[in-house]
């Protein structure tokens, strides 16, 4: 949400307030620009630049003063499901509405769904991966 003050509501022809005439909000953006410093940050921003049209994003910007809401959550949450193959829950996103904070619960999330494989089931994993790198 955001506030503009102005002088005097726009109205249409027949008085009633024309809300395309209404300027758009400015949004406040952190002062330095902080890169992403690791490959997952690196695609949780990417991520988020394309799902709020934005040019950059830094990693420790907050999601709702940049613009997003929860439709665009839910964007967000599809393509890192895509993206990481994980269930990041709802609660979380909204606990940590950074890149930064988001990026640190998917790795997370991901060392703890490789340590709850069996190591005879990794060993087989490791093999499978390694054969289909000397195919191609």
């Not at 027949?14 to 690791?38: C, F």
């Not at 003063?65 to 609660?91: A, C, D, N």
Request: hydrophobic letters at 45%.
């Amino acid at each position: 949400a955001a506030f503009v003050l102005l002088a005097a509501l726009p109205l249409s022809p027949n008085g009633k307030i024309d809300r395309r005439a209404l300027p758009a909000p400015e949004v406040q953006r952190e002062q330095v620009y902080i890169a992403p410093r690791n490959p997952t940050e690196e695609l949780v921003a990417q991520i988020w630049m394309e799902v709020l049209g934005l040019p950059c994003v830094s990693i420790h910007e907050n999601f709702f003063k940049l613009g997003g809401h929860s439709l665009l959550v839910m964007r967000v949450l599809s393509r890192l499901r895509e993206t990481f193959q994980i269930e990041m829950p709802l609660q979380r996103f909204f606990e940590g509405a950074s890149v930064a904070s988001q990026s640190e619960a998917i790795e997370e999330m991901i060392l703890a769904e490789v340590a709850d494989i069996p190591d005879e089931e990794a060993e087989q994993e490791l093999s499978k991966l390694a054969w289909e790198k000397r195919r191609t």
